[in-house]
């Protein structure tokens, strides 16, 4: 099928757009410079050129996000501008990456991801949202940037499911082949683990002289996390590769 992918030169989009094509689907790969091989130039910010990217989708993977800026702007209000851009009569799948826990964690990101989830079930369009735990390098990110000198504190009681993201990049291409299902699919990793464990297995592998301390943290949002917030329900698909094989570059 003809399929766009919109942030797809985010390191979600580089393992997608393979798995997409190596499943025989032609892929183009929506950002506002349009640059790398199949690029198409949009911006769903302002809507400039989205209206000549989408042409001829019948597969749209929505995977761009602007988590470090103005996501309403862009996830959402974006999201609104990418629903009236696309052609219903040639679409055929709309597929919503999305993130687990967006409904129970009182986070403006993740509130904002929720609004655009609504938009689109809202829309008529024939759709899925797949919310996914949090990437291994995401993981290890945060808890480098949580390190202060040989001490890494981490929230008591915080659990989280990271998933690697070539493996997610798999269920997407799955989804893609599939039939929407006009509500919500999870995708997380093998294993719940803490925020201490998973402190401990990163500092093993890469900071041995670092002491992990973990520490309560008040408020709703830290409430959220501790009550398995972010965590994969009961009838959500697990990857394989656990936190440890990604340390272990296995």
Do not use: C
Not at 184 to 201: K, Y
Not at 207 to 228: H, M, Q, Y
Request: avoid cysteine.
């Amino acid at each position: 099928m003809e399929v766009l992918v919109t942030g797809g030169s985010g390191p979600l989009g580089r393992r997608l757009v393979p798995a997409l094509q190596a499943a025989g689907h032609d892929v183009r790969q929506m950002s506002r410079r349009g640059a790398g091989p199949g690029g198409v130039r949009g911006d769903l910010a302002t809507g400039r050129d989205l209206a000549q990217a989408v042409r001829g989708a019948e597969v749209v993977v929505h995977a761009a996000s602007d988590p470090r800026g103005n996501p309403w702007e862009v996830d959402v209000a974006g999201t609104r501008r990418l629903v009236q851009a696309l052609d219903r009569d040639r679409l055929r799948h709309l597929v919503y990456v999305s993130i687990v826990g967006v409904d129970r964690v009182p986070w403006n990101y993740y509130r904002a991801k929720f609004s655009a989830e609504q938009v689109l079930l809202a829309s008529g369009l024939p759709v899925t949202l797949v919310r996914i735990t949090q990437y291994h390098h995401f993981v290890d990110e945060m808890l480098s940037t949580a390190r202060r000198g040989p001490v890494l504190v981490v929230p008591m009681g915080w659990s989280a499911a990271p998933v690697d993201v070539g493996e997610a990049a798999g269920f997407l291409t799955e989804v893609v082949g599939g039939q929407p299902t006009g509500d919500v699919v999870e995708f997380g990793g093998p294993e719940d683990l803490s925020a201490g464990d998973l402190a401990r297995a990163w500092t093993a592998a890469h900071e041995p002289n670092v002491r992990v301390v973990s520490t309560p943290l008040p408020g709703k949002l830290s409430a959220a996390f501790r009550e398995g917030g972010v965590l994969p329900g009961a009838r959500a698909a697990r990857g394989r590769r656990t936190y440890g094989e990604h340390l272990r570059g296995v």
